[in-house]
């Protein structure tokens, strides 16, 4: 597993000086990039060869959030790879080596000239290698979509959303749907499924369905087609 070290800053916690679920997303979202680029595979290397990695879902299962001041690890491990399809773990550990946060994705590796999928590389293949997944309760990557959901403000993608794929970021879709959980929720399983991307300008129509403990926001379009389809299990 690729690791490194950190500790919680004043600026990645909540009021309550915990460890927020988006700085979580950040520090696994840097991980892997800091693999990559450790690797020479990183954003240079995709951009010569024409490609780009796309995140389809997450899985992030949290078993504390950490305090202000806290020194962590963070790791990532590639574990399998289909085609154009990259399978890829995360997690969070404290400094007794106990794990605070797991998580699963999928990625697709997609060639920017036509937006279709690729095959993963043969240098990738050398350069990431292949670890043995982690122990966790994996769920499906499908989310379904509760019928009695209500249909909350329009949310307009800003610059601030993008990243350097020029496409809203994967966990500024999280921070929009976590904006229709209640007060003093506590987020402990967070499942996304990303439908399409969304680029500057577009309006994305949240559409929230409340289920007792868990709440699932749908991202659409103006014709009912989700970009993002988000699901927060937790408890107050």
Same mark, same amino acid.
């Given at each position: ?17 915990? +460890? ?23 954003? =240079?290397?995709?951009?010569? &060869? ?14 504390? !959030? ?10 990532? +491990? ?46 990738? +293949?050398?350069? !990431? $290698? ?6 966790? &309760? ?13 249909? $909350? =403000? ?28 209640? &007060? ?8 996304? =499924? ?43």
């Amino acid at each position: 597993m690729y690791t490194f070290e950190s500790r919680i800053r004043y600026s990645e916690t909540d009021s309550e000086g915990k +460890l927020t679920m988006a700085s979580l997303i950040n520090y696994f979202q840097d991980c892997s990039t800091f693999h990559s680029e450790d690797l020479n595979l990183g954003v =240079e290397y995709l951009k010569k &060869e024409h490609l780009v990695w796309v995140l389809s879902s997450w899985q992030i299962v949290v078993e504390r !959030y950490p305090w202000l001041g806290e020194k962590v690890v963070i790791g990532t +491990l590639p574990y399998d790879v289909k085609g154009f399809l990259g399978y890829r773990n995360f997690a969070m550990l404290d400094e007794k080596g106990e794990y605070i946060a797991k998580a699963n994705s999928l990625w697709s590796l997609l060639n920017t000239e036509t937006g279709r999928p690729a095959t993963v590389t043969q240098a990738m +293949l050398d350069g !990431y $290698g292949l670890g043995t997944k982690l122990e966790m &309760e994996y769920a499906p990557r499908k989310i379904a979509v509760p019928a009695d959901g209500i249909v $909350g =403000e329009p949310v307009v993608v800003r610059k601030h959303h993008l990243d350097t794929n020029h496409h809203v970021n994967n966990r500024q879709f999280i921070d929009m749907a976590m904006e229709y959980l209640p &007060e003093y929720f506590v987020a402990e399983q967070v499942r996304a =499924e990303y439908k399409k991307q969304a680029f500057l300008n577009d309006i994305l129509i949240p559409y929230v369905a409340d289920g007792g403990g868990c709440y699932t926001v749908a991202l659409q379009d103006k014709e009912n087609k989700p970009y993002a389809v988000v699901e927060i299990k937790g408890k107050q």
